[in-house]
């Protein structure tokens, strides 16, 4: 899984007189690349044992670096294997968007080896199994993401990628330092050992310490408040499939750090900072959706509302429950599948009017651009939560967590943060409707409706306006299908994860 897209990014080096030697060729190899990735990521879900879900499967155990104690050690069980198969999905669904809709910016021979790396650093960090391999992989996905943006995004790209690229380096420091004082204190630095240790040779104090070192560094890529300011600015200023592959997998791996590494390795730790980990959360949940009402831009609007939405999935790892983390993985993978599919949504209307600015596109996009429309609608309903939608659940479990937090917690403050959270879901649905009544209702007006009459009068325009492309509906499509079948039937999601959660705390 991890080999393929390797081979498919150094092809890219090959020169374009000799291989590949149009734009359209470059863009149906990534496709075709990607694609077989994800082959291999349905072929370990079919080959994944679901009666064993908490024991790591599938496993890769070879020696790396002896004299450290270092190991090429890979592996996946229940609390990964989601995020490997959402990550390969998203990766070749980015590669079939660009297929009709590449960005803007030429190089697509760059921009394909860039993808290619991009999924090699997101697969790997969900599936090592080593804290220096982990690390390895988890720094892999900043250079090409930083390039992605500073080449292909637009106005203000500049200034984006630099404070992408400086807030999560700085992460990254803190992260290493933790981990390398859990390695040297622990004599190894092999996860499933460690974490089958639950804290067993590491003092009170290292463990405080380390979580907060390797706190910080996955805080920053979750992103929390107040480490989240290079998160509006990197959404807004890069391309589709940037902004898809960034909230819909890059902000995952922070989340995931925080559950596959730092509870299990440092659980006394974990105690003392979960308080201020809850406070923290709140403060996202109901930032985000303020920050939101706030804004004008749909792109800039659906960037913030994943503070808010992340600060439910940290509000759920906070409670330190299995009902908590098991919230906090189920809105990993629903924040996934809606926010992705919202921004190949936003892609869509930037593409078709020039512009995300809500004020200038208008109303009445329902008459102009129906199917488009419709399917936004879709989306925003299900990111405010509505039942029977993916969105729903992962924000109920963590509220539920909060009110019966670990019996170590101070329970009253939880409640609190129960409280205060719940109001960041009513404003959540606030600032979801008011995009709506400004964009899909009411009379047209603005840049959708000027387009839809251009249409209508036979002048040609970007992309019709009331027409989807094929490589749209397959894009979506998934996206839209997975978001309501999580939604519906969660006990497919739950029962995978729910056993890996339990051994997480020591449970069977």
Known sequence: ??????????????????????????????????????????????????????????????????????????????????????????????????????????????????????????????????????????????????????LWGGPGRRAAAYKFIL??????????????????????LDMTELAARHGDGLTRGI?????????????VKAPMWPLHTWLPDAHTAAPTVGSVLLAGVLLKMGTYGLVRVTLPLAPEGARFW????????????????LACLAQRDLKRMIAYSSVGHMGFVLLGIATLT?????????????????????????????????????????????????????????????????????????EMLALLGAYRPHADLPRETFVTFMVVAALGALLTAAYFLRMLAKLTHGPADGAAAEAGAAVRRGRETRVPAAGVSLQEYAAWTPLIALTLLVGLWPKTLLDVTTGPVRALFGGG
């Open 322 to 394: 299995p009902v908590g983390v098991n919230a906090a993985l189920f809105g990993n993978i629903a924040h996934g599948l809606i926010t992705g599919l919202l921004f190949f949504l936003a892609g869509s209307v930037k593409e078709r009017w020039g512009t995300t600015d809500m004020d200038a596109l208008g109303g009445g996009m329902l008459g102009t651009s129906p199917r488009l429309a419709s399917i936004l609608t879709f989306a925003s309903v299900a990111s405010l939560g509505l039942p029977g939608l993916a969105g729903f659940w992962g």
């Open 167 to 188: 807030y999560t380096l700085l992460g990254s420091g803190f992260l290493l330092a933790g981990m390398l004082l859990v390695g040297a204190t622990a004599g190894t």
């Open 1 to 150: 899984m991890l080999a393929i897209p390797l081979a498919g990014a150094l092809a890219m080096l090959v020169p374009a007189h000799r291989f590949l030697r149009t734009d359209l060729a470059v863009r149906a190899f990534g496709t075709a690349v990607s694609g077989a990735t994800l082959l291999v990521a349905i072929s370990a879900l079919t080959a994944f044992d679901f009666g064993a879900t908490s024991r790591m499967q599938l496993e890769v155990d070879r020696q790396w670096a002896s004299a450290i104690g270092l190991r090429f050690h890979l592996g996946v069980d229940g609390i990964s294997l989601p995020l490997v198969v959402l990550t390969a999905l998203l990766t070749f669904l980015c590669f079939l968007y660009t297929l009709r809709h590449p960005p803007e910016g030429g190089r697509i021979r760059l921009l394909t080896a860039l993808l290619l790396v991009l999924e090699i650093g997101m697969l790997g960090t969900f599936v090592a199994l080593d804290l220096v391999l982990f690390f390895v992989f988890f720094e892999t996905v900043l250079i090409p993401m930083y390039v992605v943006i500073m």
């Open 274 to 289: 979960a308080p201020w980990l809850g406070l923290l959360a709140v403060i996202g949940i109901v930032y985000g959706a």
């Open 207 to 219: 463990q405080i310490t380390a979580f907060a070192l390797m706190g910080i560094g996955f805080a």
